[in-house]
């Protein structure tokens, strides 16, 4: 664009200089040129005065067809389809928070004091029970469901304690409430509003208690041999100076970690002491004295008995993964949960869409709290 301006105004200059040089003198009549037109100095003035004036309009508007081109260039081009932005799915955690403060507070309150449970339900509450006869000393949410859009099944998970009036606690164990949960505001808080920056949310009953969930069986694990306490396994060595040096800080952990294995000891130490009570592996044979070519990999889950700094034993299983190099076992990992067969692993089943009877005929509240 400079460069465009500054030879506009080279040629300006130049055309000036042309005129001051060559004027030719003016007459009454000049002579017709060889084509039979006659040209006039006047004629001359005027042309140049026109060309100049066309070359500075060219220098003016110069900027303004630079922006022009750039924006026509910068713009979306025709006929290439824009993104589609995926909705946010909904997301329980408010809902879910709602539903577990409400079964706390619902426990905890009786007679004289439903004003307690306003902020979760805003309907009408009678109760009879005397307040703080029951406590939730723990709870959690097991499960949440969108039954409807903006509309969630919650169920609590409670460990419920009871009181009498002599002071006396007894525990009733874990319990089971399932609520009904409507949410206002956008995605991210349970709701369905777009743009929407406040949420709200009210139960639209007192909770329900429910049956607890069927108890999965715990599948076959993957480690088929027991090495006992006392074997004298290169990996049964291996496992236990591991483990002493990971819950004692007494050693470093590189003296039983394979090259590039990172691993941290707990720290502080949390135990004085650290004995083997059993260890199960997945290589087949008794006795193995004997380390495998380089490579090998060896599965372990160890039972262990540690001794905390005041005296007391404490029992603890780890799933270690060992590899074979040089003659000798190494730590590879310690991993996140015991290897199970695949075999036992139970079959994933199709989620169900169809909501509960309860959910399916609640109404929602008309005016929930806000948070």
């Known amino acids: 664009m400079k460069r465009q301006r500054k030879a506009a105004k080279k ?17 009454a009549a000049d002579e ?22 066309g070359v500075w309009a060219l220098v003016v508007s110069g900027p303004a067809l630079g922006m022009l081109a750039f924006l026509s260039s910068s713009g979306p081009a025709q006929g290439v389809a824009q993104p589609v932005v995926a909705a946010t799915p909904a997301s329980p955690v408010g809902p879910a928070a709602v539903a577990e403060l409400f079964v706390a507070a619902y426990l905890q ?8 449970l306003a902020p979760y339900y805003s309907g009408s509450v009678a109760l009879s029970v005397k307040p703080g006869t029951r406590t939730a000393t723990q ?64 139960a639209t009953s007192l909770p329900a208690q429910v049956a607890a969930p069927t108890a999965l069986k715990p599948g076959d694990l993957a480690y088929g ?19 002493a040096a990971y819950l004692t800080g007494t050693a470093e952990l590189d003296r039983y970690t394979s090259p590039g294995t990172r691993l941290q000891p707990i720290s502080p130490a949390p135990y004085a002491a650290v004995k083997v009570t059993g260890i199960q592996d997945d290589l087949s044979g008794s006795g193995q004295q004997k380390v495998p ?9 160890v039972q262990v008995e ?16 060992l590899k074979s190099r040089a003659g000798r076992w190494e730590v590879a990992s310690v991993d996140d949960a015991p290897a199970v067969r695949a075999s036992s692993l139970p079959s994933a089943a199709p989620p169900t869409t169809t909501p509960s009877p309860d959910a399916a005929t609640a109404s929602p509240s008309p005016s929930p709290s806000n948070s």
């Open 225 to 243: 041999t027991d090495r006992g306490s006392t074997s004298a396994d290169p990996s049964v060595e291996t496992a236990r100076g591991f483990l």
């Open 32 to 53: 017709p040129d060889e084509t039979g037109w006659k040209t006039s100095t006047a004629q001359m003035a005027g042309l140049s005065r026109l060309v100049r004036v």
């Open 139 to 202: 709870s959690t949410v097991i499960a949440s469901r969108e039954v409807q859009p903006g509309y969630w099944s919650i169920t609590v998970a409670a460990n419920v304690t009871a009181h009498d009036d002599k002071g006396k606690s007894k525990r009733l164990g874990v319990q089971y409430f399932r609520v009904g949960i409507q949410a206002v505001g956008p995605a991210g808080a349970g709701g369905t509003e777009q743009g929407a920056t406040v949420a709200g949310y009210a």
């Open 293 to 301: 070519a380089d490579g090998t990999v060896l599965h372990q889950l």
């Open 109 to 116: 309150a009786g007679q004289g004091t439903e004003r307690d």
């Open 11 to 27: 040629h300006v200059i130049e055309t000036e200089a042309w005129e001051e040089e060559a004027e030719p003198q003016e007459t």
């Open 306 to 321: 540690a001794t905390d700094q005041a005296g007391s034993p404490v029992a603890l299983s780890y799933a270690l993964t």
